[in-house]
């Protein structure tokens, strides 16, 4: 079945789910550049949000695309360390965020015992012992790789160099985490966000500066050489502990129910312990060495908390405009949620108001999705006395006065001319086409003051059009030239070649971006004019499209066809598009590590404007691999290799540009 195939016929035909439906490929793009993104601050110790929250971005990819390259790797460590493999498989678990999840689970995966264990919220670290002592001290990296930093792990409390005598021959790998304790956090790096960060950036100081304030827990173990010292997981513990680790506490379940109970019991009590979890590891008690060694294990589970809840009183819906869109948002009495206090969410449609009943003075309960986005998940039965109301839906347009159309999944203006919706297609067109010096307030004076009321009339602005917009009356008459205008002209000029996905999400028709166009191009819909005379049942057997996809496309190109020609057709764009257009025409691309002369993205757009393909992984078919380390040991070099794929440097790739 297409990603957007909808089983029951019906539903098919309402066209209230264009928007919604349309949005989800394009949403998995951005998913993508999110996850890869806080994957590389994450392991570079500056991560810029948390694990709960990076854990809502990662489950909402596998639930619009299930098997995303992106879901089977981990990031990489910064490049300012000695490098190592790793002696034991360092992947990433797969999780349940509810008892309902969890007992999916465990119906596929029935032991006679659950041994379960404290899901620590640290960084992870492999110390390395050959014949009991002390070898190297190894980051989690990229889940086969990472730093080497055993100068600051020797620092830190519950790292032992050199193992009791009775396990002296001991050669191979302990794994645990590296924590920060609350007590520590508060006293001496409350300016950190929380303790994981605090702990991250630390361990990979050059300086070691710090150290001393890390705790090391540890969890596993496996030896490269002779026999394993333990019979079973929890054999694995007992080694642990009689080496002097600390570890996380054990408890074995009868039945999965009995492992949710202990879940129960732990979410009320983890307040009290001086480290951070945020949930549990659910383990069978026999050692499987290969499923561990998956980059997603599927023999063990990380079973997450329930979100913090709180129940509080609708107040005011207030709706925000984005473009042609108006967007419901509650606000309700404050409430406490994971430490902060919440007044806010967001209502999403007004299908979400009529689902749930909601009403002006509801009593509702409100969550915050992934523990950072709040979300009112229910509303709870009236009680004698309570003075409920209507919420009031906008029916026309406070801008242009255009009657509002309602599809359940969207509130829109219809209005082409309306004027908020063409600054909103402005700005989209500036910020996809990536016109960095054309700023949104420089665009919303040139269409506040008439200059500029389509796409074509930003590149017919003039230097001497965009001077009054920098420099004052005195400085006009004084004839004094200005440098802002002239660096925006320059942009403006420097960014008249276009490819045709980035022309198609430039024009803002909702849920329409440079993915879903990249992929009817893939289906050979190559040109603008193939694009703009393709019937709806022709893009609708397109994979990843369906009916109501499909729609939203054709009609939102045969809406804007007249600006679109016109944009091509006066010279103002050039248009990069069809066949065997460009030097990389038939080539594709897959790009790894980092780059010395610009940016992944760059290189990656620079490929797409020769007539290239880019690929997130390494497949058959690829025609090249391109990395500045061409020797590491890398799963994507490995893979490269086994295929036959030619793997080269930056400078190679800019030569075959």
């Known amino acids: 079945m297409n990603l957007f195939d909808v089983e029951d016929d019906s539903l098919k035909n309402d066209a209230g789910l264009d928007s919604a439906k349309a949005s989800q490929v394009e949403r998995i793009g951005e998913l993508e550049k999110l996850i890869l993104r806080y994957q590389k601050s994450y392991y570079d110790g500056e991560g810029e949000i948390s694990d709960a929250e990076f854990d809502s971005l990662w489950d909402e990819l596998k639930s619009l695309d299930p098997s995303n390259p992106i879901l089977h790797k981990v990031g990489a460590d910064s490049g300012n360390f000695e490098k190592a493999p790793h002696v034991m498989p360092m992947g ?190 659910i383990k069978e008690r026999k050692v499987d060495h290969d499923d561990a060694s998956r980059d997603r294990p599927e023999r063990q589970i990380a079973f997450k908390f329930s979100l913090e809840e709180a129940v509080s009183i609708l107040r005011q819906v207030e709706w925000g405009e984005t473009g042609a869109t108006y967007t419901p948002v509650a606000i309700f009495d404050p409430v406490e949620l994971n430490g902060t206090t919440v007044k806010r969410a967001s209502l999403v449609n007004t299908n979400l108001i009529k689902t749930l009943g909601l009403k002006i003075g509801s009593h509702v309960v409100v969550v915050k999705r992934g523990e950072i986005i709040p979300k009112i998940i229910s509303v709870l039965p009236a009680a004698g006395g309570e003075e409920l109301s209507e919420i009031e839906i906008p029916c026309k347009c406070s801008t242009c006065g255009s009657d509002l159309i309602d599809e359940g999944t969207r509130l829109y203006c219809p209005g082409k001319n309306c004027g908020k919706k063409i600054l909103h297609q402005l700005l989209k067109w500036v910020s996809v086409v990536d016109i960095r010096d054309l700023g949104e307030t420089l665009v919303t004076s040139l269409y506040n003051t008439g200059k500029v009321r389509s796409i074509t009339q930003l590149y017919s602005l003039t230097e001497q059009d965009l001077t009054p917009y920098f420099l004052d009356s005195e400085s006009l008459e004084a004839g004094k030239k200005s440098l802002g205008a002239e660096k925006v002209y320059a942009s403006i000029q420097s960014h008249r070649k276009v490819s045709l996905s980035k022309f198609i999400a430039g024009f803002d028709i909702e849920g329409i971006g440079e993915t879903v166009v990249e992929t009817l191009m893939s289906a050979g819909y190559n040109t603008l004019e193939s694009m703009l005379n393709a019937r709806e049942e022709e893009i609708a057997s397109v994979y990843r499209f369906a009916e109501i996809l499909a729609r939203t496309f054709v009609t939102g190109l045969a809406e804007n066809r007249a600006d679109m020609e016109e944009l091509v057709s006066s010279g103002a764009v050039t248009l990069i598009q069809g066949e065997n257009k460009g030097s990389l025409a038939g080539l594709s691309f897959c790009f790894t590590g980092e780059l010395k002369t610009m940016k992944r993205a760059d290189a990656q757009n620079m490929v797409k404007e020769k007539g290239g393909a880019v690929k997130s992984s390494v497949v058959k078919g690829l025609s090249y691999l391109v990395t500045n380390d061409t020797t590491s040991g890398s799963s994507k070099n490995r893979k490269a290799a086994e295929l036959g794929i030619p793997v080269i440097t930056e400078e190679e790739f800019l030569k075959l540009v």
């Open 92 to 281: 990433s678990q797969e999780k349940a965020a509810s008892p309902e999840e969890f007992l999916e689970w465990a119906k596929k995966h029935a032991y006679g015992e659950y041994l379960v264990e404290y899901k620590l919220d640290g960084a992870s670290l492999e110390l390395q012992y050959k014949n009991g002592k002390l070898l190297r001290a190894v980051t989690r990296g990229d889940g086969e790789t990472g730093d080497v930093i055993t100068a600051n792990a020797v620092k830190m409390h519950g790292v032992i160099g050199t193992l009791v005598p009775e396990h002296s021959g001991f050669t191979g790998g302990v794994r645990g985490e590296v924590i920060m304790t609350h007590h520590v956090h508060d006293t001496l790096f409350s300016d950190k966000a929380n303790c994981r960060n605090a702990a991250n950036g630390l361990m990979k100081r050059k300086d070691g500066e710090g150290s001393e304030n890390l705790n090391l827990i540890a969890y596993d173990v496996w030896a490269t050489e002779g026999e394993q010292p333990f019979d079973d997981e929890e054999g694995k513990l007992e080694f642990l502990k009689a080496n002097g680790f600390d570890t996380v506490p054990l408890k074995i379940a009868k039945s999965p129910e009995e492992v949710i109970a202990y879940r129960e019991l732990v979410m009320e009590t983890r307040k009290s312990l001086d480290y951070d979890i945020d949930g549990l590891v």
